[in-house]
């Protein structure tokens, strides 16, 4: 009677002898890096941590992946912020880890709020009119600027131009 195998000693077998080169642990060691970095800071804008836990989650990370875990945190904090939204936990998460300072991240998020808070009211206002003039007013029609693709573009925009300058000024 043949012995039967499990699907495990197949796949030992069958990769008996393979290793890894060094790129592909680096870029292994990096994905996991990633996987890693985006939790603890999805984690954060949930309220499943706090940012002092994130900041001893990111202190635990070896001494010789530090480095490219803060450059992974700094990429994903910047991809994250967003005008007109609720950014304070991910500046003072670039301050409490990074130790950069925040002040004048606040200072460039404000500047690029007001930009978005007048972009959005010009927008809501040329919606409205465009209802007007099809004979759809009064006071409980309101612009669904998230069905607008106009609102969407602009707002895209805005967002890529901010990021922009706070990856210049985090850089400096």
Do not use: C, Y
Request: aromatic fraction near 2%; charge should be negative; charged fraction near 35%.
């Amino acid at each position: 009677m043949a012995e039967i195998r499990s699907t495990m000693d197949i796949i030992m077998e069958k990769t008996k002898g393979l290793t890894m080169s060094e790129e592909e642990k680096k870029a292994l060691k990096e994905q996991e890096l990633q996987g890693k970095v985006r939790g603890l800071i999805q984690k954060l804008t949930d309220g499943a941590l706090n940012l002092e836990q994130v900041a001893a989650e990111m202190a635990s990370i070896a001494e010789k992946d530090r480095a490219l875990a803060h450059e992974i945190l700094r990429d994903e904090v910047l991809a994250r912020i967003q005008p007109g939204d609720e950014n304070e936990s991910l500046v003072q998460i670039l301050e409490l880890v990074l130790g950069i300072d925040s002040a004048a991240v606040k200072a460039k998020i404000g500047e690029w709020n007001r930009v978005f808070l007048e972009k959005r009211g010009a927008r809501e206002k040329e919606l409205q009119r465009e209802l007007e003039e099809k004979g759809i007013h009064g006071s409980a029609v309101v612009p669904n600027l998230g069905a607008d693709p106009g609102w969407a573009e602009g707002k895209s925009k805005i967002g890529q131009r901010l990021k922009k300058e706070l990856a210049s000024l985090i850089e400096r």
